[in-house]
């Protein structure tokens, strides 16, 4: 079944440029597309997407205020942010509000499989994104290994926690460690449970803050 996605741009050849891209391998169908943060509230509401793809900076509301809307009435959607601004306070409110990603218009190559990433239910940050995450979340210079020890964290355990923040999915982790997928998930259930975080991308924070 192809992922349902809805692709809102201000820009229209950009949004038909990105519609041509997804929409080539087959996976995915683009059902609609608006021009500003009001449109992707509304649409998200008729059509309920797998992923919303989303600009940052719109007329009228930005990407963001409308990420945070969505996500206030419906915490479980998946927004992929998309922007050409690799801007410090953007990608501070991303991680906070709980978008699924944020990735560069600039990295075109990978806009189609971070919105078949975001689909599977995995988070999405561009490489030039996530090394700037220890900086903004006010990383310590000083050694900060020990808190994993106390939260009970393991050395197989830490091996996963590494690649995830290093950006490897089930499939990449499961080839790496020798482990079933099965086995991959399962350890990142309860490396979840003990560290109190929700998802992957505020797993993938806590280890850059913190190793």
């Known amino acids: 079944m192809k992922k349902k996605v809805i692709l809102i741009d201000d820009d229209k050849l950009v949004t038909i440029s990105l519609k041509t891209i997804l929409e080539n391998n087959g996976e995915i169908e683009v059902v609609a597309t608006g021009m500003d943060g009001d449109d ?3 649409l998200y509401k008729k059509y309920k997407p797998d992923v919303v793809l989303m600009d940052i900076q719109m007329k009228n509301k930005s990407g963001l205020s409308a990420a945070e809307e969505i996500l206030h009435e419906n915490n479980s959607a998946k927004i992929l ?3 050409t601004f690799q801007d410090d306070e953007y990608i501070v409110k991303a991680l906070n509000i709980g978008a699924k990603g944020y990735i560069l218009k600039q990295d075109f190559e990978s806009i189609e499989p971070a919105v078949i990433a975001v689909a599977a239910g995995q ?3 561009g490489g030039k994104v ?3 995450i220890p900086q903004l979340m006010g990383k310590d210079k000083g050694d900060n290994s020990l808190i994993f020890e106390e939260k009970g964290i393991n050395d197989k355990e830490m091996d996963i926690i590494k690649q995830v ?4 999915n089930n499939k990449e982790i ?3 460690l020798c482990l079933s997928e099965g086995t991959v ?8 449970e003990k560290l109190e975080l929700r998802d992957r991308t505020q797993l993938a924070v806590f280890y850059l803050k913190n190793k």
């Open 40 to 42: 992707a509230i509304e």
């Open 81 to 83: 942010l998309l922007t």
């Open 123 to 125: 988070t999405v940050f």
């Open 130 to 132: 996530m090394s700037r």
């Open 165 to 168: 923040a290093d950006g490897k």
């Open 174 to 176: 499961s080839d790496i």
């Open 185 to 192: 998930r399962n350890y990142l259930s309860v490396i979840l």
